[in-house]
């Protein structure tokens, strides 16, 4: 077994040593819980999305164009309704576009551009969506996720928005695909698994559900356990484990898949993302040597190979 990575492991004391203004889950459950369960429900059908766009920028061989749009989820804050996405393309033109969700507390464009900066050397765009209650959608302060219903509504919002956009660029483009790194490829799963025509597929360092990064990482540092009562760990656990990617059959191009992971990753356990390939047939599965922050870091090639092979 890998040992955690030093970074990974450093992060999880700072995790632990937050404020409470800072800490995940901070108000405890939040009401209606059971409304928004299981939080991999989903509608049967999405619908396209009525996109305004700003105009088109060329920069550094990149063009770059901004888009906003009224999310379908209507069950959102009002502030987070109105969707905020990023286009990034090759300035040639594209058949091939992939999605890429955001990871935890991933606000705004920036990480994501990176990774679609240099996918468009291989002639693929990207359009980069921003999450509910993430960036311009942010409906507080500090934390951004404050109870557990937030992080249903950001996750269900989330993979129906993309799953909208999936149908609304299913036109402009030959080859269609979702990808994301940790909590983006957690839900990249979940969009593939469940989306309106076929799709390529890149989880990179997720897992099946965000029941295991929660109650077992890194991550669960961060979360204000107290707020969540004596049974805390056992109930959200449970509550997450409804956003379960192997809940839905493997998407019909899982053979197409290519999944990455990080042999230190402090996190996404291992046997984790693993059931990702174990449920869907022919997937791909890569493992690095790197942790979790620094596989997104300081190995950016590695993923941007794995996105562009599963696009081929």
Known sequence: MARVHPV????????????????????GWGAGLDEWLPLGGLPTEPDDLDISWGPAVLSKNVVGRHGTFLSHADHLPDVA??????LVQPPGGYDRLVVLMAAWNDHGYATREGIAQLLTRRGIASVIPENPYYGKRRVFANQAIRTVVDFALMTQGAVNE????????????????VAGYSMGGS??????????????AAPLAASYSPAPVFVYGALSGAVE???????????????????D???????????????????????VPRDATEAIHRHWPGSQMRWFDAGHATLMLRRKELLVEAIADAMV
Do not use: C, M, Q
């Not at 990974?8 to 108000?27: E, T």
């Not at 309704?81 to 990023?86: F, N, Q």
């Open 187 to 200: 839900l990249a799963a979940l969009v593939a698994a469940t989306a309106p025509h076929p799709v390529r």
């Open 81 to 86: 309704r109105t969707g905020h996405l990023y």
């Open 245 to 267: 990617v192997r809940d839905f059959p493997a998407p019909p191009l899982a053979d197409r898949a290519v999944l990455a992971g990080a042999n230190g990753d402090g996190y």
């Open 225 to 243: 356990w107290i707020a969540l009562g004596p049974d805390g760990r056992d109930k959200l656990f449970k509550v997450l484990s409804t956003a």
């Open 8 to 27: 990974d492991r450093a992060a999880g004391v700072a995790f632990r040593r937050l404020p409470r203004h800072l800490r995940v889950f901070r108000d």
């Open 162 to 177: 993309a799953r909208s956009l999936l149908l609304t660029f299913a036109n402009e483009a030959t080859t269609l695909g």
